[in-house]
């Protein structure tokens, strides 16, 4: 039996869906016929829309009824294996690595340009009601939102909660509980979250600056 090395290179891609945007023109060939009929299935059957060049992973889930949409800026990826439940909004050039856990609740989840997110992270703008007399299940559940800034690098297994906001620039490490807001530029680690660093202080981005760029 011949080895059917196009449908391993698609699992690739939608494993680690930034080969895509490197691909030749001879893999480029097959690749965005497949991609344009990928994104033309969730348009379809889920109130999603795609900017320019964006790779999603067939095996990503995209759940968007109408008012809880799903919509990405221009050469977005979406790996496998990600559940997202709208409304959520990405920018352009966003990155969400294989098994995130995204949902908008009510009021929605918001990401900024080029904001890229590891593998793992989740991210639940609503919350349940927690009081006593009644079960937790059978309590309603509210939703401030959830915003995120642009160039935000948010690492591995982080989670982020209701009503949180992210400034421009920030790192969220590994693991990080993110319960607060997070300023601009801002490096946080930890759970609970703390604020150990400023990306400004960095010796490549204190040498950019010196530069003049």
């Keep these: 039996m011949t080895p059917d090395y196009r449908a391993q290179h698609k699992k690739r891609l939608s494993w680690m869906p930034w080969l895509y945007f490197s691909l030749k023109e001879k893999h480029l060939a097959w690749a965005q016929p497949w991609q344009q009929q990928v994104q033309a299935h969730f348009s379809a ?10 790779f999603v992973a067939p095996e990503a889930e995209l759940f968007a009824e109408p008012g809880r949409d799903i919509t990405t800026g221009h050469q977005c990826m979406i790996a496998a294996g990600c559940f997202l439940h709208g409304p959520l909004t990405l920018g352009n050039e966003v990155a969400i690595n294989h098994g995130c856990s995204f949902d908008g609740g009510s009021k929605g989840i918001t990401i900024g340009d080029q904001t890229r997110i590891a593998n793992n992270v989740t991210i639940y703008a609503f919350n349940h009601g927690m009081a006593p007399n009644n079960a937790i299940y059978k309590q309603k559940s509210h939703s401030i939102g959830v915003n995120i800034g642009k160039d935000v690098w948010i690492g591995a297994q982080a989670g982020i ?25 801002a490096i946080v680690v930890g759970n609970p979250m703390r604020i150990v660093g400023d990306r400004r202080d960095k010796p490549e981005l204190a040498l950019f600056h010196q530069q003049g760029n």
Excluded at 45 to 54: A, K, P
Excluded at 161 to 168: A, H, L, R, S, T
Excluded at 173 to 185: Q, R
């Design 45 to 54: 059957v889920e109130t999603v829309r795609f900017g320019d060049n964006c």
């Design 161 to 185: 909660v209701d009503g949180v906001n992210i400034g421009d620039h920030a790192v969220i490490g590994m693991g990080c509980v993110v319960s607060k807001d997070v300023p601009d530029w």
